[in-house]
């Protein structure tokens, strides 16, 4: 079953910290990972995104790491403001039929950022 | 360019009733998806399409039904309302195998 497993389910970070998300992942044909970001009311959009050809992606103040032995990969905010309070999900794509790409999410992690 | 929309932004159906959920986007994309977020569970894939015409079941198809008869449109039918599709339910597209861009979402409550 292809499964993503994300924690903490939710998140208290001060202004200022560094907030970790991680995501674990089982089936071994995920080759695309990306982070979305998603505010009250609104859609999932993307954050940032890596492939397993590489073991670190900085955007600004967000970070994936990706561990492909370990088949692991983390969401690293520096300086956390309090405009990053969202939730965040990760995700794993694969191939499925007639040449598409499924992704299967993570359950999301609430990030709340406190002055 | 407005991306993904959908309508309505909100519906209250009766148990058994039936509704349309309408996905258009502008941006040409082949690739389209529907998905349902319920709290906590992250967002679950029901349908997607490659192109006009070629649709294909998710992770959770049972008591929905789409078409894609055009590029920029994939409407989602629910047939025979249930309690079990009160969710949030969002249309995606993309240009190739990775990022979706995602519309505003319809709040469905099932009475």
């Known amino acids: 079953q292809q499964q993503v497993k994300q924690s903490p389910q939710s998140l208290i970070v001060q202004k200022g910290g560094i907030s970790i998300i991680n995501c674990a992942y089982e089936n071994t044909a995920f080759d695309y990972f990306p982070w979305y970001q998603q505010f009250p009311g609104k859609g999932p959009a993307l954050l940032i995104a890596?492939?397993?050809?590489?073991s670190e992606k900085k955007e600004g103040r967000f970070t994936i790491s990706f561990n492909k032995s370990a088949k692991q990969f983390s969401l690293h905010i520096m300086d956390s403001q309090p405009g990053d309070s969202a939730t965040y999900f990760c995700?794993?794509?694969?191939?499925?039929?007639?040449?598409?790409?499924?992704?299967?999410f993570g359950k999301g992690t609430k990030l709340s950022v406190i002055p | 360019n407005a991306g993904v929309t959908q309508t309505p932004k909100f519906r209250i159906l009766k148990i058994g009733q039936s509704m349309t959920l309408q996905c258009t986007q502008d941006?040409?994309?082949?690739?389209m998806y529907w998905y349902r977020q319920d709290p906590g569970m992250g967002l679950k894939l029901i349908y997607y399409?490659?192109?006009?015409?070629?649709?294909d079941k998710g992770e959770v198809p049972n008591g929905y039904n789409v078409s894609r008869s055009t590029t920029e449109d994939f409407p989602l039918r629910l047939e025979l309302a249930a309690p079990s599709q009160t969710s949030v339910y969002f249309c995606a597209s993309s240009a190739s195998t990775d990022t979706q861009y995602f519309g505003p979402g319809t709040r469905l409550t099932v009475l």
């Open positions: 941006m040409n994309h082949n690739y």
């Open positions: 995700a794993a794509s694969s191939p499925s039929g007639a040449g598409s790409y499924q992704l299967t």
């Open positions: 399409s490659v192109g006009a015409g070629i649709t």
């Open positions: 890596i492939r397993p050809d590489v």
